[in-house]
Nanobody, 126 residues
Framework: QVQLVESGGGSVQAGGSLRLSCTAS????????MGWFRQFPGKEREGVAV????????DYADSVKGRFTISQDNAKNTVYLQMNSLKPEDTAMYYC???????????????????WGQGTQVTVSS
């Protein structure tokens, strides 16, 4: 069993920044995928950014490239999502997810992940 706890959501004006944190505990491998996903009301969950903890490789959705950065602190079993230049269209519930795997072909695909956090709301006002 893997537990994920997210924090850092909130409300911000357009152009502002937020940093989300996700800490994993339980049966986590040192090399695994961790990612951030978001869900708009009435829409399916979509991938935002993922990181492979065993090698620091990352991948981003086109909509956030150049604005969001995913990073990790292995000693704390924590990944971060630094969100800059936020836009109203970034408003969503953000979820952290993980999977104990050394390779995932479609790492931004939510169906590839088997452990999820409760989510944290991000609201960006214009």
């Amino acid at each position: 069993q893997v537990q994920l706890v997210e924090s850092g959501g909130g409300s911000v004006q357009a152009g502002g920044s937020l940093r989300l944190s996700c800490t994993a505990s339980g049966n986590t491998y040192s090399s695994r995928y961790m990612g951030w996903f978001r869900q708009f009301p009435g829409k399916e969950r979509e991938g935002v950014a993922v990181i492979y903890t065993g090698g620091d490789s990352t991948d981003y959705a086109d909509s956030v490239k150049g604005r969001f950065t995913i990073s990790q602190d292995n000693a704390k079993n924590t990944v971060y999502l630094q969100m800059n230049s936020l836009k109203p269209e970034d408003t969503a519930m953000y979820y952290c997810a993980t999977r104990n795997a050394v390779w995932i072909r479609y790492a931004l695909r939510p169906s590839e992940y088997d452990a999820w956090g409760q989510g944290t709301q991000v609201t960006v006002s214009s």
